[in-house]
């Protein structure tokens, strides 16, 4: 299959070979699935206008709320790395006004709230996530982060290493956690 085949290709670092077999994915996809794929690896190779393209009109689409939310959350991921948190922020609240315990909407929120330096809120968001969904990565990631920059290092290595264990590949929360033993 197409997909497996660029699979290969990015698990082998020969990720510009994918991009073709992507693209057969993304336009023979029935739903939204194979222009996420798309985009995420546009995200992944900075290619952010690229990934835009593509995310604009699935967030906009009215057909598939779930493809229009994971749109919409990528998209302010982006506005997240280019520095746009108010931006970011009124995406994710977007997300949340449709679907108020979307545990990926709350842990963006919990993060961008984070960079925002409005760590009470962000602490709120964080342990609204956990409750919904004590075993995601993300959400313990950003918990942790913010128990560390509360300096209760207990709890933030307690956050950290579930988040860790969660997802062992997960190497911010890795790092972060070995500075918070420090």
Do not use: C
């Not at 985009?39 to 290619?47: C, F, N, P, T, V």
């Amino acid at each position: 299959s197409n997909r497996a085949l660029a699979y290969l290709y990015m698990a082998t670092g020969r990720a510009p070979e994918a991009e073709p077999y992507l693209k057969i994915v993304a336009d023979s996809s029935a739903d939204a699935t194979g222009k996420l794929i798309l985009a995420d690896y546009y995200i992944s190779l900075a290619r952010a206008d690229e990934a835009r393209r593509l995310l604009e009109p699935i967030a906009a689409s009215t057909g598939d709320p779930s493809a229009a939310n994971a749109a919409t959350l990528r998209r302010a991921g982006l506005n997240v790395a280019a520095g746009q948190f108010d931006v970011a922020l009124q995406q994710v609240d977007g997300v949340l006004a449709k679907t108020p315990s979307d545990p990926d909407a709350l842990a963006a929120k919990a993060e961008i709230l984070f960079n925002l330096k409005k760590p009470d809120e962000a602490l709120a968001a964080a342990h609204q996530v956990t409750e919904g969904s004590p075993h995601s990565a993300r959400a313990q990631f950003a918990l942790g982060r913010l128990y560390a920059l509360r300096h209760q290092d207990a709890d933030a290595i307690s956050a950290l290493t579930k988040a860790v264990q969660a997802n062992p590949q997960f190497a911010a929360a890795q790092l972060e956690l070995a500075r918070s033993y420090l």
